[in-house]
Every structure is written in C-alpha cells, then in structure tokens.
C-alpha cells in the first residue's frame, strides 16, 4: 500500500474509478492486484491485468504511473495481458 495510508478498499476505489465509465474489478489478494477492465454495454473483457505487486505502489506517483500504463494498454488494444506489469 502506498505508505501504509491507503486501505485496499481506498485503493481499489481510485484505480476502478479511473476507468470509467467502463467497468473496472479490482482485486487484491496476498500482495498482488488484479485489475479486469470491462465494456458495460457488450460485457466483453477489455483487459485484464494480474499479477500486479502492491509493494510497486509506494507513492501517489507510482499509483498514477500504474493507471497511466494501464490505461495506455486499453488504448492501445492489449486486451488481455496476464502478467506482471513493468516494474
């Protein structure tokens, strides 16, 4: 977590909100995220990030990098994409 001042409900919040107004699932569990970007018209999954470290997000800075990246891989067509991103 982001020195330890985000909870991973708060966490969660802001990523799934920077994505709408797709639907985004968030989900966090042992130390890593997930992040599924869906199409709430089609239901059809846009991407899908896993593997994610949550020890990366050590700053409000890298939470922004990490939503930055993520949104350019939606852009730029990467739909599925099951594994860690870049560090």
Do not use: Y
């Not at 991973?8 to 130390?31: H, K, Q, V, W, Y």
């Amino acid at each position: 977590m982001i020195a330890c001042t985000l909870s991973n409900l708060e966490l969660r919040s802001i990523i799934e909100s920077a994505f709408l107004p797709m639907r985004c699932n968030c989900t966090i569990l042992d130390g890593a995220m997930t992040v599924e970007v869906i199409d709430p018209v089609t239901e059809h999954v846009e991407m899908l990030a896993s593997g994610i470290a949550l020890d990366r997000l050590d700053t409000s800075r890298a939470l922004c990098e990490l939503i930055s990246e993520l949104r350019a891989n939606l852009s730029n067509g990467r739909h599925l994409q099951r594994h860690a991103l870049a560090s």
